[in-house]
């Protein structure tokens, strides 16, 4: 499915802004089934956050989770002897499939760590900006201005 946008003529006249438009052409891609498992995004905390999906029926085996580049991604395969074939169901209700959730992060989110509980998969995430980074105050200070130093100090050199 492709965006109803045509973001080509900004990719032309801007630098430095790819990451963004790809982001934007391919936030409606793949979004049609994407609705399961249910997830709930918790905020924990200032810079911590708990993503908890609903995967009753699987073991931890049968999960695996993958951080990489601004993308968490969960799969869950079920395996052929836990798919009840050997059951003779008059009404299954319970979702008992394979499946693949995508989760983009923000810049600087950093997946901490995962555990399953009463059929919840909760994965915990903190951001971590770096110090460089971070808003810092600049106090304004009673000092001369630099520029005026820096003559004075040229003028110095040449008279010697």
Known sequence: MRSAFDFAPF?????????????????????????????????????EYRIDLAVAGFKPEEIDITAQQNVLLVVGKKSEE??????????????????????????HIQVTGADIKD????????????????????????AEPQSEQIEAKANETVDA
């Open 11 to 47: 990719r032309r006249s801007t630098i430095g802004f790819d990451r963004l438009f790809d982001l934007l052409e391919n936030s409606t891609a793949g979004q049609g089934g994407e609705n399961y498992p249910p997830f709930d995004l918790v905020k924990v905390g200032d810079n």
């Open 82 to 107: 836990t798919d009840g074939g050997d059951r003779n169901y008059v009404y299954r209700g319970i979702a008992n499939r394979s499946f693949e959730r995508r989760f983009a992060l923000a810049d």
């Open 119 to 142: 059929g919840l998969l909760s994965i915990e995430l903190k951001r971590e900006i770096p110090e460089a980074m971070k808003p810092r105050k600049i106090s304004i200070g009673g």
